[in-house]
């Protein structure tokens, strides 16, 4: 059975929690003329840890005393209510389908200041409601009521999905799996991303094992020129 532990949550003081808090502030500046509010998370390819990894840098923000909104736009294989043990009978996809306000299926988490928006029942037609205006409209307004809105979005290379939503954001950050990803399945992510016009913020290095003397976990950290890669176990 899978591990959804929120490590922020559960260990703040971890060398891991620290990371994300450097990711947390990395984003804060990502660009100083430019607030940026809704921020798109995505991966390669499955199993790489783009949820966990939105799930962890939402409790970071929120416990720096931000209000936090993750919608789970992954409406293929969703995950974040299996991470924050939520209701998903209801959700994102109803909220497309039938024009009601998404407020009314916004979940809260146990951390004070994150709320999340399930991604509710699996659609037939995915890549349509997440292209639809009424998905830009609900992005929108969520970024007018909360301080950060992280949107998880299904693997770049499998569907079109993740480059739809890349138009409808402010940034977008690309989590790889160290050792797992495929060099080529990585560059044509981004080159995918890229096409559509997505601003490719940074990108995530995920399961890297860097031994930190004292420590059970492992994290590194390198920011170059906007391109910031931050790698965790």
């Given amino acids: 059975m899978r591990d959804y532990t929120i490590v922020t949550a559960a260990n703040p003081k971890s060398p891991v929690s620290e990371a994300f808090r450097i990711l947390r502030t990395n984003i804060q500046f990502a660009n100083v003329d430019h607030v940026m509010k809704k921020?798109?998370?995505?991966?390669?390819g499955v199993n790489e840890g783009k949820s966990s990894t939105v799930a962890n840098l939402a409790t970071a923000m929120a416990q720096a005393n931000k209000n936090i909104l993750i919608v789970d736009a992954d409406l293929r294989k969703p995950t974040q209510h299996k991470?924050?043990?939520?209701?998903?009978?209801?959700?994102?996809?109803?909220t497309l389908v039938e024009d009601v306000p998404f407020?009314?299926?916004?979940?809260?988490?146990?951390?004070?200041g994150l709320d999340v928006l399930t991604s509710g029942p699996i659609p037939p037609n995915p890549a349509e409601l997440l292209g639809s205006?009424?998905?830009?409209?609900?992005?929108?307004?969520?970024?007018e009521i909360y301080d950060m809105v992280l949107v998880d979005s299904p693997p770049t290379v499998a569907v079109t999905d993740s480059s739809i939503l890349a138009q409808a954001v402010d940034g977008v950050v690309l989590?790889?799996?160290?050792?797992?990803v495929n060099?080529?399945?990585?560059?044509?992510?981004?080159?995918?991303?890229?096409?559509?016009?997505?601003?490719?913020?940074?990108?995530?290095?995920?399961?890297?094992?860097?031994?930190?003397?004292?420590?059970?976990?492992?994290?590194?950290?390198?920011?170059?020129?906007?391109?910031?890669?931050?790698?965790?176990?």
């Fill in 39 to 44: 921020i798109l998370f995505t991966s390669a």
């Fill in 133 to 143: 205006k009424r998905m830009k409209q609900v992005l929108m307004l969520a970024s």
């Fill in 175 to 180: 989590v790889l799996a160290s050792g797992e």
């Fill in 103 to 112: 407020m009314k299926y916004v979940c809260k988490t146990e951390q004070a």
């Fill in 183 to 233: 060099k080529e399945f990585a560059l044509q992510a981004k080159e995918r991303l890229e096409k559509v016009g997505a601003k490719i913020i940074g990108t995530v290095l995920n399961k890297v094992e860097i031994k930190s003397k004292g420590y059970n976990y492992y994290y590194h950290y390198y920011a170059e020129k906007n391109r910031d890669t931050l790698m965790v176990k």
């Fill in 83 to 94: 991470i924050f043990n939520l209701n998903n009978s209801q959700g994102l996809s109803i």
